[in-house]
Every structure is written in C-alpha cells, then in structure tokens.
C-alpha cells in the first residue's frame, strides 16, 4: 500500500521523482559512460552503458506487463549477483510492480513462505535453483529462468520455466505510468530467528533516499568505479553500492560474488576507486598479494580503521545500518580522523538514541539499546508487508525505531557498535557480549574466524562457546592453538566471560553478507 502524506503542504525532497526518473536522467545525462561493468569469472567483462540499460530496462518492463504483470503485484527475484538481477530489479519498478529480492541461501520452506507471504505472480531465476522455485512456489503464474548460474554455465539443463530472454518486448512500449514516490518499490525479506522473516518494504522515496544519502556519505562521484561483490538481494549491494552509484553517474562493477583470488586483478582492471566489503572478505584478502598500484580510495564497512586492516593502504570508514534505515544511521569520516574500531558519528539525517534498559541517556562509556528516528516511507522502511503488528510494535511511543542492537557512546560522539540484544549472554546473572569475547581471539595467531555463541548451563544459565575457524582449515591449525586462545582469554576478560567450550571448524553456517548464522551455531551446541 502507499504511505499517505499526512500533513497538507509537505513537499519532500522526492516530490514528482521516483526511480525510473532517476534511470532515465542518467540515460539522458550520461548516455555513454559505463554504469555497470559484468565481471564474471571465467570470461571477458562486459560493459553496460547508461543508455544502453535504459533500454533493456524498458523492453524487460514491456514483456512484464506483456506477460500479465500489473502495478502493485509482487515478483520474485532469485538471483545471485547478475546482470539480469538488475534488469529485473528496474524493470518490475518501472512497471509500478514490486520486486521482492530473496536470498538464494533460502531453504525450500522459506522460499515457500516468501512466496505466498506477498502473493507473488511470477519469479525470475537461474538454473540452479529452478527446481527449488518451482516445487515450492506453486501459486506463481510464471517462472522464467535466464541462462547461467552468475557467469557459469549451469550444471544441466533447466526444462522447468521459460526462457528469460523471451520476457522482453519492445522498449518503445515500456509502461507508462503516474509518478508517486511514496509507492511501493520493493521488498526484501530480514533472517528471522525466533519468527518468520519479515517483509521489509520500500516506496519510490525510500530507493532514492538510499542512493542520494549513501553516495553524500560515501563521498562517491561521476568519475568514481564502485567495485560490488556482496550479494544484490541485499541493502548493502543494492543501495550502498548499486543505487549511490547510480545517483552520481558513476561505474559499478559486478562481481558474482567475492573471490579473494579475483579481487585485485578486477579491481586493476577497470579502475576501481570504491568498495563495500565486509571482515570476513578483507581478512582474506590480507593472504593475498596487495598490488601497490590499485587505486582505491575509500573503502567502506563494519567500524572505522580497523588497525590490522592498514596494510591496504586505503582510508576505511565504518557504518551502521539496517535494511530498515536504507543507509546508515551512524557513518564514519571521510575527511576527518576517526576512533580505530568505532562505527561513526550519528548521521544528520537522522535521531539517533541510546539508552540503558530503563530508558535513560547512557553516558560515556556505557553501552545501551540503540534506537533511531526518520520519516517512514523515506529515511525509514514503509512498513512490515502484512505485518500490522510488528510494524507498530518496532516502534516506541515517540517514534523511534527500536533496532535491537547494543552501543557504546565513546568521546567526541562516537559511538562502538555492541551486539545484537540476540547476541548478549547471561552468565550466572552478568550481561556478556558476544563480540567482545570474539575481538580478544579474533588477534590470536592462527585465528581466522571466531564466533561465540550461548550454551545452557544448568547452574549459571548459559556459558560461552566459541568457533574457530584456523588459518589454513582443523588439518592445519597449531597442535597449541585451543590453548593460546584460552591463554588469550584468561588475560583479556573476566573468569565468567571466558569460553567454556572451543572447536575448532573448516567453516560456519552463513546468512545474507557472508555473517556467521548463530542461530544454527546454537543448535549445535544444544
């Protein structure tokens, strides 16, 4: 549904815009200059001008509604990094429909569940998670399938759906349709843990907060190549790095996915002056060559120059945001010194409030519940798609959003991100971070990964075990290693937060952005 301006005379900084008008300016303004650059891994890059998107755009959003798909009806998208995710993002907003981006880690039960929580009509997907869509998504009119698994060729081939390439139509026939930046644009589905997923909804406005406030925090230009790998189904890739790209006019390049071993020849290869990265992508980057001369400028990711991260050569600022906010609520400083391990200032776009469990402004120091405030529909999420109550109980009674994550006010406005609320443990009565257990081993020599979460104790309530992923997987790892980590441990933390339990692992379940999934964590560990 639409968000109903509420008070008469408002004019927002949207008013008459939406997406496609952004789409189109650039086409006009920009016509030639690349705006997306395919870098699959086993053939040659290609390039795909403003202008030349535009109109694929157009004769994708033609077929669509050739096809029967009308304004205000949901699609599914279930793709990994591609191209045609892009196309079929702009297309489905173009025609006024919503495109519903879905994590292709998803479960069949999940995929289930996407789908006939939003009513879906149709899906766009790849070989290898046709069968998936089409045995769980069975209210779909449609599925079309494009030809490739992220640049690969797909394993067999695909009887199941038809053909992407035969959804497009005639650009000169892209729909028409009245602007309304407050229209739903788009959807994405949050990991949930102790309930469903929820729909997190986007107007119009909101996409074009997220480009025109990311690119003004991330200081991107019109000459700037935004080197992009983390997953498109996301907020981070599509809005930080896709949509801020977009606003300025400048070059995105699309990775299927992140590979320590293409990174930098990708990054020489096309210029590339930005990225959007993650620890776990930058920690395995550091075991590869660093060429000196790349010609990054600004990396941006979890907190502010991490130390052990300076042998990039590159100023790194940190950032906190949410699907929910569309960019970030707390941003680093691109000119200015920052606090090494911060997450930023509070944006000034935005309320930001942290407080302890009675409500009270923490001081310095202190760590408290983090909450923030914009303007639904624009600066924050729509809504929680056909989820009255939880879109009414995310927010307290002066309209802050409650995030459910946990900072620490540092001097001079900084701020240090925490935990997740999910992720503080209760041992024999004392509140303990997870992440501050996993920053003392995270520095131990022979760690690459570590990850803490809770274990049920029958007389302390729960107790704290970690996973260790070692520098060169279980095989290699020091005969020694368990004990440096407790030796570690025993040093830098109190008696109750220190690990009552270690294994050693090759790897971890994952979520969206390469993060650890704790909650399957806990299950082993049950």
């Known amino acids: 549904m639409a968000i109903q301006q509420t008070a008469a005379g408002i004019v927002g900084p949207f008013d008459g815009l939406d997406v496609p008008w952004l789409l189109r300016m650039r086409a006009e303004v920009r016509r030639d200059h690349p705006f997306l650059i ?5 053939a040659p890059a290609r390039h795909w001008s403003y202008g030349e998107f535009h109109e694929r755009v157009g004769a994708l959003a033609a077929g669509l509604a050739r096809r029967g798909v009308k304004p205000g009806e949901y699609v599914l998208i279930h793709l990994d990094n591609c191209i045609e995710a892009l196309l079929a993002w702009f297309a489905c907003v173009e025609l006024g429909a919503i495109a519903v981006t879905t994590n292709t880690r998803s479960a069949p039960a999940e995929m289930e569940y996407f789908s006939d929580h939003c009513g879906a009509v149709a899906a766009i997907t790849q070989p290898a998670y046709a069968e998936v869509v089409a045995q769980n998504c069975r209210n779909l009119s449609w599925m079309a399938v494009i030809s490739h698994d992220a640049g690969a060729a797909p394993a067999q081939v695909v009887s199941r759906g038809d053909s992407f390439k035969s959804l497009f139509a005639d650009s000169a026939d892209r729909p028409k349709r009245e602007t309304d930046p407050l229209a739903p644009c788009s959807v994405q589905y949050t990991s949930g843990t102790t309930s469903r997923p929820k729909a997190v909804l986007w107007t119009h406005a909101n996409a074009l907060w997220g480009a025109k406030i990311n690119a003004a925090h991330e200081d991107l230009h019109a000459s700037d190549v935004h080197q992009t790998y983390l997953p498109l189904f996301h907020t981070n890739a599509l809005a930080y790095s896709m949509l801020a790209t977009l606003w300025v006019g400048a070059t995105c390049v699309i990775q299927p996915r992140f590979s320590a071993s293409r990174f930098w020849n990708v990054a020489r290869e096309h210029g590339s002056t930005w990225t959007s990265t993650i620890p776990f992508c930058m920690k395995a980057l550091l075991e590869q060559e660093i060429p000196r001369d790349h010609k990054f400028r600004l990396w941006g990711t979890a907190v502010n120059e991490p130390p052990p991260f300076a042998a990039f050569g590159v100023k790194i600022i940190g950032w906190w945001g949410m699907t929910e906010t569309i960019t970030h609520g707390i941003i680093g400083e691109v000119d200015q010194p920052n606090i090494p391990m911060s997450i930023g200032r509070a944006a000034p776009e935005y309320q930001i409030r942290v407080t302890d469990d009675d409500g009270r402004r923490t001081a310095v120091g202190d760590t408290g519940n983090l909450a923030i405030k914009g303007i639904p529909g624009l600066s924050l999420f729509a809504e929680y798609l056909h989820n009255e109550k939880a879109t009414r109980e995310s927010f307290d009674e002066h309209g802050f959003f409650l995030t459910g994550d946990r900072v ?86 109190a008696d109750f937060k220190v690990p009552r339990e270690i294994r050693l692992v090759d790897d971890m379940p994952r979520s969206t952005l390469e993060k650890v999934a704790k909650a399957e964590l806990r299950k082993m560990v049950e």
């Open 38 to 42: 395919w870098a699959p891994f086993d």
């Open 408 to 493: 620490t006010r540092l001097d001079n406005g900084f701020i240090k991100f925490g935990d997740r609320a999910k992720d503080m443990l209760k041992v024999g009565g004392e509140n303990v971070a997870a992440s501050e257990i996993e920053q003392v081993i995270a520095i131990v020599s022979g760690v690459r990964e570590a990850a803490v979460v809770a274990k049920k104790h029958p007389m302390l309530d729960e107790v704290p075990v970690v996973f260790i992923i070692p520098h060169g997987g279980v095989a290699g790892a020091p005969p020694d290693l368990q004990d440096r980590v407790m030796a570690a441990c025993r040093k830098g933390l």
